[in-house]
């Protein structure tokens, strides 16, 4: 069973940097989005972006992904290849997920846009999966199990009608893109059959407490209308089942007795902190 790997404070340093390119890398994207443009173009303005920043794409050849970044559009949920025969249109959302790799650690993030104008559904789809974020956030401290990440995440996002993605998860990162831990972003623990001892199904992960030296992503998926997924035959695409749209947003984080530090946060942001 693969273990957990607690980082050092230097180590966490050196992610902060890692994933600090990846948020600045998101906001400098999302400046250029409109109508017109084609996600392959999206993906090189992201690798000349990460590269001048001394970083690389952790997400190239991660078990033959193709691209440097993922880019989602609309029902598309996650791990959306880059293509030239994507292009972008008014109305269209559009999910970025950047893993920068520097000095061999990795930060992960993720925001979905809106391109041009979008109907109010849209924009409440958006903040809602982005303040879940904050909402799991807010009971991430020292004991704290994983299963509450999801369990706060649903309480929140339900009354919504919205639909959690269950097929894919938050993870531990750092030295590698997954690591344990795996974090629902829903409530798992209704799932878990406890039997001699022995988590025999589900994911025993969320009974994982939060540690000193734990750096995990949180990273919500939340569609407008069915959590169930999809992959399309390329392999990578995942899409909603009932070709609603989906949101994504992720941060990297840790924590320790200080509380929480998000690890994905552009310069000024860290510059309130
Ligand atoms: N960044 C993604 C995540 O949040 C992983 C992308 S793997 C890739 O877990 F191969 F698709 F890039
Ligand atoms: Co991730
Ligand atoms: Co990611």
């Known amino acids: 069973m693969a273990q957990l790997l607690l980082k050092t404070e230097e180590d966490i340093e050196r992610i902060a940097e890692a994933g600090s390119i990846a948020a600045e890398c998101l906001i400098y ?30 997400s190239k ?26 292009i972008l249109k008014d109305g269209d ?18 925001a979905t846009y809106p391109v041009g104008e979008v109907n109010d559904d849209v924009k ?24 509450e990440i999801g369990k706060i995440i649903e309480e929140y996002v339900n009354p919504y009608g919205f639909g959690i993605v269950r097929d894919y998860a938050g993870h531990g990162v750092g030295y590698f893109m997954h690591e344990k831990p795996n974090v629902p972003n829903y409530d798992a623990t209704r799932e878990l059959g406890y039997r001699l001892g022995t988590w025999t199904k589900g994911n025993s992960d969320i009974m994982i407490p939060m540690q ?16 169930r997924t999809r992959t399309l035959t390329d392999g990578w695409t995942v899409v909603t089942s009932d070709g609603k749209l989906s949101a994504h947003f992720e941060h990297t984080l840790t924590v320790s007795e200080k509380g929480v530090r998000l690890l994905t946060l552009t310069k000024e942001e860290k510059s309130f902190r």
Request: charged share 20%; with cysteine; glycine share 10%.
């Open 29 to 58: 994207l999302s400046r250029k989005l409109k109508p017109g443009i084609n996600t392959l173009q999206i993906d090189r303005w992201a690798g000349e972006f990460i590269n001048d920043n001394g970083g690389i794409s952790a």
């Open 61 to 86: 050849g991660y078990h033959g992904y193709p691209a440097e970044i993922c880019i989602s559009p609309n029902n598309v949920i996650v791990h959306g290849i880059p293509s030239k025969k994507i």
């Open 93 to 110: 959302i559009l999910s970025l997920d950047i893993a920068v790799k520097k000095n061999g650690f990795i930060g992960d993030t993720a």
């Open 124 to 147: 409440q789809l958006l903040e809602v999966t982005e303040k879940s974020i904050y909402k799991a956030l807010s009971i991430c401290t020292i004991g704290s199990k994983i299963a």
């Open 212 to 227: 000193t030296g734990m750096v995990f992503t949180i990273e919500p998926m939340i569609n407008q209308g069915t959590y």
